[in-house]
Protein backbone atom coordinates (compact mmCIF):
# COMPACT_ATOMS: atom_id res chain seq x y z
CA UNK A 1 0.00 0.00 0.00
CA UNK A 2 1.97 3.22 -1.14
CA UNK A 3 -0.75 5.92 0.46
CA UNK A 4 -0.04 9.09 -1.24
CA UNK A 5 2.37 9.55 -3.69
CA UNK A 6 3.82 12.77 -5.30
CA UNK A 7 6.23 13.05 -8.37
CA UNK A 8 8.76 14.32 -8.67
CA UNK A 9 10.36 14.62 -5.71
CA UNK A 10 12.36 17.67 -6.67
CA UNK A 11 12.46 19.89 -9.98
CA UNK A 12 13.48 22.92 -10.85
CA UNK A 13 11.71 25.39 -13.35
CA UNK A 14 12.67 28.64 -14.98
CA UNK A 15 10.49 31.80 -14.88
CA UNK A 16 7.73 31.05 -17.41
CA UNK A 17 7.67 27.33 -17.57
CA UNK A 18 4.74 25.42 -17.22
CA UNK A 19 4.50 22.23 -15.00
CA UNK A 20 2.75 19.37 -13.67
CA UNK A 21 3.12 18.00 -10.17
CA UNK A 22 1.23 14.74 -9.71
CA UNK A 23 -0.48 13.21 -6.86
CA UNK A 24 -1.81 9.43 -6.62
CA UNK A 25 -3.38 8.01 -3.74
CA UNK A 26 -4.70 4.13 -3.59
CA UNK A 27 -6.67 4.31 -0.85
CA UNK A 28 -10.26 4.92 -2.45
CA UNK A 29 -10.32 8.19 -0.66
CA UNK A 30 -12.61 10.91 -1.68
CA UNK A 31 -11.18 14.27 -0.38
CA UNK A 32 -7.49 15.07 -2.12
CA UNK A 33 -5.78 18.51 -1.49
CA UNK A 34 -2.76 20.44 -2.41
CA UNK A 35 -0.51 22.75 0.03
CA UNK A 36 2.62 24.26 0.00
CA UNK A 37 4.57 24.67 2.53
CA UNK A 38 7.02 28.01 2.93
CA UNK A 39 9.56 28.67 6.10
CA UNK A 40 7.44 30.58 8.72
CA UNK A 41 4.46 29.72 6.97
CA UNK A 42 2.97 26.64 8.08
CA UNK A 43 0.92 24.63 5.39
CA UNK A 44 -1.14 26.55 3.09
CA UNK A 45 -4.46 25.19 1.16
CA UNK A 46 -4.15 25.66 -2.83
CA UNK A 47 -6.45 23.59 -3.83
CA UNK A 48 -8.82 20.53 -2.82
CA UNK A 49 -11.47 17.88 -4.25
CA UNK A 50 -14.56 15.96 -2.39
CA UNK A 51 -14.54 13.92 -5.13
CA UNK A 52 -13.57 13.02 -8.68
CA UNK A 53 -14.90 15.75 -11.07
CA UNK A 54 -15.06 18.42 -8.22
CA UNK A 55 -12.78 21.02 -7.22
CA UNK A 56 -12.56 24.24 -5.12
CA UNK A 57 -10.49 26.77 -4.34
CA UNK A 58 -8.42 26.72 -0.95
CA UNK A 59 -6.39 29.94 0.56
CA UNK A 60 -3.88 30.67 -2.22
CA UNK A 61 -5.31 29.20 -5.54
CA UNK A 62 -3.75 31.67 -7.57
CA UNK A 63 -1.47 30.62 -10.99
CA UNK A 64 -2.27 27.21 -9.98
CA UNK A 65 -4.75 24.76 -11.77
CA UNK A 66 -6.02 21.40 -11.14
CA UNK A 67 -8.43 18.77 -12.04
CA UNK A 68 -9.54 15.56 -10.59
CA UNK A 69 -11.02 13.06 -13.50
CA UNK A 70 -10.27 10.04 -11.29
CA UNK A 71 -10.40 9.11 -7.30
CA UNK A 72 -6.48 7.87 -7.75
CA UNK A 73 -5.13 11.07 -9.24
CA UNK A 74 -5.15 15.18 -8.49
CA UNK A 75 -2.74 16.63 -10.55
CA UNK A 76 -1.49 20.89 -9.69
CA UNK A 77 -0.55 22.76 -12.55
CA UNK A 78 1.49 25.46 -12.49
CA UNK A 79 0.63 27.46 -15.82
CA UNK A 80 3.73 30.17 -15.71
CA UNK A 81 5.96 29.43 -13.45
CA UNK A 82 7.11 32.53 -11.13
CA UNK A 83 9.86 32.48 -7.99
CA UNK A 84 7.22 33.06 -5.92
CA UNK A 85 5.93 29.61 -6.22
CA UNK A 86 9.35 28.43 -4.99
CA UNK A 87 8.00 25.98 -2.05
CA UNK A 88 7.33 22.70 -1.33
CA UNK A 89 4.43 21.24 -2.29
CA UNK A 90 2.24 18.47 -0.63
CA UNK A 91 -0.53 16.58 -1.83
CA UNK A 92 -3.13 15.04 0.86
CA UNK A 93 -5.69 12.38 1.28
CA UNK A 94 -8.31 11.25 3.28
CA UNK A 95 -11.88 9.07 3.17
CA UNK A 96 -14.03 11.97 3.95
CA UNK A 97 -13.09 15.93 3.85
CA UNK A 98 -13.51 15.55 7.77
CA UNK A 99 -11.70 12.80 8.67
CA UNK A 100 -7.42 13.24 9.07
CA UNK A 101 -5.40 13.99 5.98
CA UNK A 102 -2.61 11.81 5.01
CA UNK A 103 0.26 13.60 2.96
CA UNK A 104 2.70 12.39 0.90
CA UNK A 105 6.47 13.25 1.03
CA UNK A 106 6.46 16.43 -1.21
CA UNK A 107 7.44 18.14 -4.23
CA UNK A 108 10.34 20.78 -3.71
CA UNK A 109 9.92 23.24 -6.06
CA UNK A 110 12.49 26.11 -7.03
CA UNK A 111 11.63 28.83 -9.35
CA UNK A 112 14.15 30.40 -11.21
CA UNK B 1 -10.29 33.94 7.20
CA UNK B 2 -9.81 31.67 10.25
CA UNK B 3 -6.31 31.86 12.10
CA UNK B 4 -4.59 29.75 13.97
CA UNK B 5 -1.98 31.20 16.73
CA UNK B 6 0.31 28.22 17.44
CA UNK B 7 3.24 28.75 20.45
CA UNK B 8 5.91 28.52 20.71
CA UNK B 9 7.83 29.04 17.32
CA UNK B 10 10.63 27.17 18.63
CA UNK B 11 11.69 24.85 21.57
CA UNK B 12 15.50 23.80 22.54
CA UNK B 13 15.20 20.99 25.55
CA UNK B 14 17.27 18.84 26.84
CA UNK B 15 16.50 14.98 26.67
CA UNK B 16 14.19 13.65 28.80
CA UNK B 17 11.99 17.28 29.82
CA UNK B 18 8.36 17.33 29.37
CA UNK B 19 7.46 19.67 26.60
CA UNK B 20 4.12 22.34 26.08
CA UNK B 21 2.29 23.44 23.18
CA UNK B 22 -0.91 25.17 22.38
CA UNK B 23 -2.72 26.20 19.23
CA UNK B 24 -5.50 29.14 20.00
CA UNK B 25 -8.20 29.90 17.28
CA UNK B 26 -9.95 33.15 16.80
CA UNK B 27 -13.19 31.20 16.13
CA UNK B 28 -14.36 27.58 16.84
CA UNK B 29 -13.07 24.24 15.37
CA UNK B 30 -15.36 21.22 15.75
CA UNK B 31 -12.62 18.97 14.84
CA UNK B 32 -8.21 19.25 16.32
CA UNK B 33 -5.47 17.35 14.67
CA UNK B 34 -1.43 17.24 15.76
CA UNK B 35 0.72 16.42 13.15
CA UNK B 36 4.71 15.70 13.16
CA UNK B 37 7.18 16.73 10.12
CA UNK B 38 10.31 15.31 10.00
CA UNK B 39 13.06 16.73 7.73
CA UNK B 40 12.34 16.03 3.94
CA UNK B 41 9.16 14.20 4.74
CA UNK B 42 5.01 14.92 4.58
CA UNK B 43 3.31 15.66 7.98
CA UNK B 44 2.52 12.35 9.95
CA UNK B 45 -0.83 12.67 11.95
CA UNK B 46 0.02 12.30 15.72
CA UNK B 47 -3.62 12.63 17.66
CA UNK B 48 -7.02 13.37 16.22
CA UNK B 49 -9.58 15.19 18.83
CA UNK B 50 -12.89 15.80 18.29
CA UNK B 51 -15.34 16.57 21.15
CA UNK B 52 -14.15 19.70 23.67
CA UNK B 53 -12.95 18.77 26.59
CA UNK B 54 -11.68 15.68 25.19
CA UNK B 55 -7.93 14.30 26.14
CA UNK B 56 -6.37 11.92 23.98
CA UNK B 57 -2.98 10.16 24.56
CA UNK B 58 -0.58 8.72 22.13
CA UNK B 59 2.93 7.06 23.93
CA UNK B 60 4.06 9.53 25.45
CA UNK B 61 2.00 12.56 23.68
CA UNK B 62 -0.96 13.81 25.28
CA UNK B 63 -3.57 16.21 23.41
CA UNK B 64 -6.21 18.39 24.70
CA UNK B 65 -9.15 20.09 22.78
CA UNK B 66 -10.18 23.19 25.03
CA UNK B 67 -13.40 23.60 26.45
CA UNK B 68 -14.09 26.59 24.38
CA UNK B 69 -13.06 24.88 21.34
CA UNK B 70 -11.00 27.83 20.44
CA UNK B 71 -7.85 26.11 21.75
CA UNK B 72 -5.74 22.87 21.90
CA UNK B 73 -2.90 21.57 23.66
CA UNK B 74 0.09 18.96 22.93
CA UNK B 75 2.18 17.70 25.84
CA UNK B 76 5.20 15.24 25.50
CA UNK B 77 6.60 13.44 27.90
CA UNK B 78 10.04 12.50 28.83
CA UNK B 79 11.74 13.56 25.74
CA UNK B 80 13.92 11.41 23.33
CA UNK B 81 16.13 12.62 20.44
CA UNK B 82 13.65 11.39 17.52
CA UNK B 83 10.93 14.24 19.12
CA UNK B 84 12.70 16.85 17.18
CA UNK B 85 10.79 17.50 14.16
CA UNK B 86 8.03 20.17 13.77
CA UNK B 87 4.51 20.08 15.38
CA UNK B 88 1.63 21.48 13.75
CA UNK B 89 -1.80 21.96 15.33
CA UNK B 90 -4.81 22.16 12.53
CA UNK B 91 -7.97 22.44 12.80
CA UNK B 92 -11.46 21.84 10.64
CA UNK B 93 -14.97 22.22 10.95
CA UNK B 94 -16.74 18.98 9.22
CA UNK B 95 -20.23 19.61 7.34
CA UNK B 96 -21.41 21.10 4.22
CA UNK B 97 -18.85 21.32 1.44
CA UNK B 98 -16.51 23.41 3.77
CA UNK B 99 -13.53 20.35 4.21
CA UNK B 100 -10.91 23.01 4.64
CA UNK B 101 -8.07 22.57 6.91
CA UNK B 102 -6.29 25.35 8.84
CA UNK B 103 -3.23 24.45 10.35
CA UNK B 104 -0.91 26.53 12.49
CA UNK B 105 3.06 27.92 11.38
CA UNK B 106 4.23 24.91 13.64
CA UNK B 107 6.63 24.91 16.76
CA UNK B 108 10.38 23.69 15.97
CA UNK B 109 11.52 21.21 18.54
CA UNK B 110 15.16 20.31 19.15
CA UNK B 111 16.27 18.05 21.42
CA UNK B 112 19.54 17.82 23.20
CA UNK B 113 20.71 14.52 24.11
Known amino acids: NAGVTQTPKFQVLKTGQSMTLQCAQDMNHEYMSWYRQDPGMGLRLIHYSVGAGITDQGEVPNGYNVSRSTTEDFPLRLLSAAPSQTSVYFCASSYRGYQPQHFGDGTRLSIL | GQQLN ?46 AGELTSNGRLTAQFGITRKDSFLNISASIPSDVGIYFCAGSNSGGSNYKLTFGKGTLLTVNP
Do not use: H, R
Request: aromatic fraction near 14%; include cysteine.
Open chain 2, 6 to 51: QSPQSMFIQEGEDVSMNCTSSSIFNTWLWYKQDPGEGPVLLIALYK
